[in-house]
């Protein structure tokens, strides 16, 4: 069994809000966490969520898991993606055919199922994302549910951490809401769920498989760019389990339109250190790699395509 890092060295919960970044209380911010918060208490969100999490245990066990064929996944949301977009692929031959972590920079929901569009069917990648998200509109939870390969993080949105923050501060106003996160939202600061995913991670790995993630832990604001600092959970996962890190740029994704030309652009694999128990110097070092990695893949300059923008606004929604 996989030993668990000293909570120094463990990744952050998801729920921290870095303290230089405070989201505007806007009344969409408002409806966003209302939404959240009525998506938590989903008896069906619930019940996936659960789902998932009961198998993280027999993953850790080496159990056998159950999940649709990578070649069927794959087909399926290749003519899905196709459907209403053109996707350019950049540099195929490093698209990875071994165990890896597949890390990518994060601008819309659309992204994870993008990616596993392209990627080959073996090894199989398993989704390392926010629950919520993941499972916040019927389609998600038909296909995922249909799927299976997800590691769903349970925790606090930003937005949420904000409306708390002003609850705490006196604002009245968002009183009721702020309770109705703390009682119905789980916060996702529970050791154990963090040494489950941690577990079942390594036991994917061991065993073959893939796992995706996007380090920077939030939709990013703006192409081309990267929200940091970026999680120390991507590089903690490679370091303790031996395996290479593979970087992915993902361009046009942030405003989605259909017909619109979308870039994949993958980059050599970033090696980094085979240590059971990372050090912070190490572990900073590594993440910094990872850095430098996603950034040479991005645009320094993006400039949205001219034309039309055609079912903008159900496209973008279709994501969220």
């Known amino acids: 069994m ?11 919960p998801a729920a921290v809000l870095p303290s230089e970044f405070t989201p505007e209380l806007t009344p969409d911010l408002i409806a966003r966490v209302q939404e959240g918060v009525a998506i938590a208490r989903n008896p069906v969100v619930r019940s996936h969520i659960t789902n998932d ?46 165990p890896t972590i597949l890390v990518a920079n994060h601008l819309s929901h659309l992204d994870p199922f993008l990616l596993l569009a392209l990627v080959p069917p073996s090894p199989y990648y398993y989704i390392l994302g926010d629950a919520r ?4 509109q019927a389609w998600k939870r038909s296909l995922l549910g249909w799927a299976g390969g ?13 409306v708390m ?23 996702g600061s529970s050791i154990h769920q963090m ?12 065993q073959g498989d893939g796992i995706m993630l996007f380090p920077e832990g939030r939709l990013g604001e703006q192409e081309g760019q990267l929200h940091r600092p970026l999680k120390r959970g991507t590089v903690l996962y490679a370091m303790r389990s031996g395996v290479p890190i593979s970087p992915v740029a993902i361009i046009g994704t942030k405003d989605l339109y259909w017909r619109k030309r979308l870039i994949v652009r993958f980059g050599p694999p970033v090696e980094v250190p085979h240590q059971p128990r990372p050090k912070r110097v190490a572990i900073d070092a590594a993440l910094h790699q990872v850095d430098q990695a996603l950034s040479q893949l991005l645009p320094a300059v ?9 079912l903008r606004h159900w496209l973008n929604h279709l994501f969220w």
């Open 2 to 12: 996989t030993n668990f890092p000293d909570r120094a060295d463990a990744p952050e």
């Open 53 to 98: 999490i009961a198998a993280l245990s027999a993953i850790a066990a080496g159990q056998p898991t159950e999940h649709v064929d990578g070649h069927v996944r794959r087909w399926l949301l290749r003519r899905f993606i196709k459907t209403f977009f053109r996707v350019q692929v950049e540099n195929s031959h490093y698209i990875p055919t071994q």
């Open 133 to 136: 998200t993941l499972y916040n």
């Open 150 to 162: 997800v590691i769903p993080l349970e925790r606090w949105w930003k937005e949420e951490v904000a």
């Open 165 to 187: 923050a002003a609850a705490a501060a006196g604002c009245a106003d968002l009183q009721a809401l702020a309770t109705a996160i703390a009682q119905d939202v789980p916060n």
């Open 195 to 206: 040494r489950q995913i941690d577990q079942a991670v390594q036991a994917l790995l061991r």
């Open 302 to 310: 993006y400039q949205e395509p001219p034309g039309p923008k055609w």
